[in-house]
């Protein structure tokens, strides 16, 4: 079974190509342009294998959506890879998160971190 892919990007562009990029390779990736409908989505039972998260996203910013998966058991276990395009964040990565990439990050580099995960 292939691994699944939960991305959490404000950027639409990106997360569908994203999504297809990694679905034409063998895995099941199902983008989310905002942290809350992709919380409602994984506290409504979703598990995907590891999650893609922006940390700079309007509304419900990458920090905020780690703090509510921390919040919840079933999903605090959750790998969280980060990906941002922020060169000078303030903010200490949130705690869970097992990898940040910088945006613009290479293919190769993402599956890797993925199949890691």
């Not at 994203?18 to 199902?30: F, I, K, P």
């Amino acid at each position: 079974m292939s691994k699944s892919v939960l991305i959490i990007d404000d950027d639409v562009d990106l997360a569908t190509t994203l999504a297809e990029t990694l679905r034409d390779l063998g895995y099941e990736a199902t983008p989310f342009f905002s942290g809350r409908e992709a919380l409602e989505r994984l506290l409504d039972g979703e598990r995907p294998g590891v999650i893609l998260l922006d940390l700079m996203m309007p509304k419900m910013n990458g920090w905020k959506v780690c703090d509510e998966l921390c919040a919840v058991p079933a999903l605090e276990e959750i790998p969280v890879v980060i990906m941002t395009a922020a060169s000078n964040i303030k903010q200490p990565m949130p705690t869970h998160a097992r990898e940040v990439l910088s945006k613009p990050f290479e293919l190769d580099t993402l599956l890797r971190t993925i199949d890691a995960a």
